[in-house]
């Protein structure tokens, strides 16, 4: 069995004391975004286990976009992150 070489770390500790793998980020190909995965990319930038610059690049995200995405996870939480719920928590 060959493992991939990655650039950067392969996990980081999340305060809850749970681990986050780079295996727990969506694929590179993703189409569909649901919440779960926005929160995923959105932990793994906020924790370090990926760049802010990476995440662009390997998502295909404007940065606009993905700073859409931090405020809303950051102010709400993941539920924020659900298309159906974007009315509910835009702010005025």
């Known amino acids: 069995m ?6 950067g770390k392969r996990s980081v ?3 809850d004391g ?10 590179s190909n993703t189409k569909r975004w649901v919440a779960s995965r926005k929160a995923a990319v959105v932990k ?9 610059e990476t995440a662009l690049s390997r998502y ?4 606009e976009e993905f700073s859409e995405w931090i405020s ?3 102010d709400h939480g993941a ?8 009315q509910k928590y835009r702010q005025p």
């Open 2 to 7: 060959y493992l991939r070489k990655l650039e």
């Open 60 to 63: 295909s995200l404007s940065a």
């Open 79 to 86: 539920d924020a992150l659900k298309v159906t719920s974007l």
């Open 72 to 74: 809303a996870y950051h």
């Open 13 to 15: 500790s999340l305060p």
């Open 18 to 27: 749970s681990v986050m793998t780079q295996c727990d980020l969506p694929p």
């Open 44 to 52: 793994g930038v906020a924790y370090g286990l990926i760049s802010r």
